[in-house]
């Protein structure tokens, strides 16, 4: 199964962009990467998640290495709002039934 | 209003007892999952299920057992609760498969005493 690896922790001054890498090196042509956040253990949230190409929303940016290994986040204007534990996940696709595999989560920490 | 509900939100519990958490979905979403989350750790998922009928394990599935026998509901049952089950549980539901968005329950609180 494709697995993911993040930065434990990161910090990222107000205003400014937060950009948070996730590993997935074994991750298989067929399966999207997706981005959620969780602030002080609420249910998770969605972000973003693509396949490919990079994508944008109203919420962030998702950058894609060409050979799909790799992968950053980018919260342009980053808020203390933001302060959260960040999730880059790879959806494994079965037979019939699939499931997502969290990876350990990058704790981001936006300050003043 | 439509979404994804979870009951109950917390819930004390003694060892050996049963417990039922349950999970409702507005969407008709063929999906469903059951995470837990222990303090300090990421998501752990424990069972899944396809479609009403189809259930699959996780990666921590012992202790609990999981049914489907309408879409929109996917109950978690804890035949006899142990302490180590002490944990926020997430009910997550999608539609289809890779590309489509998963959104998560605002968790069940359980401990077990």
Redesign the interface.
Known sequence: DAKTTQPPSMDCAEGRAANLPCNHSTISG???V?W?RQIH??????II?G?KNNETNEMASLIITEDRKSSTLILPHATLRDTA?Y?CIV?V?GE??????????TRLQVFP | DAGITQSPRYKITETGRQVTLMCHQTWSHS?M?W?R?DLGH????IY???AAD?T?K??VPDGYVVSRSKTENFPLTLESATRSQTS?Y?C?S?DD???N???????SWLTVV
Not at chain 1, 41 to 46: D, F, L
């Open positions: 067929n399966e999207y997706y959620y253990s609420q249910g998770p949230q969605y998640h396949l534990v999730y959806r696709a019939d039934t699939d499931k997502l595999i969290f990876g350990t989560g | 999906y999952f995470y989350q990421g998501l752990r998922l899944y299920s396809a189809i699959d996780g990666e926020v997430f997550a999608s498969r890779s590309g968005t998963i959104y998560f329950g605002e968790g």
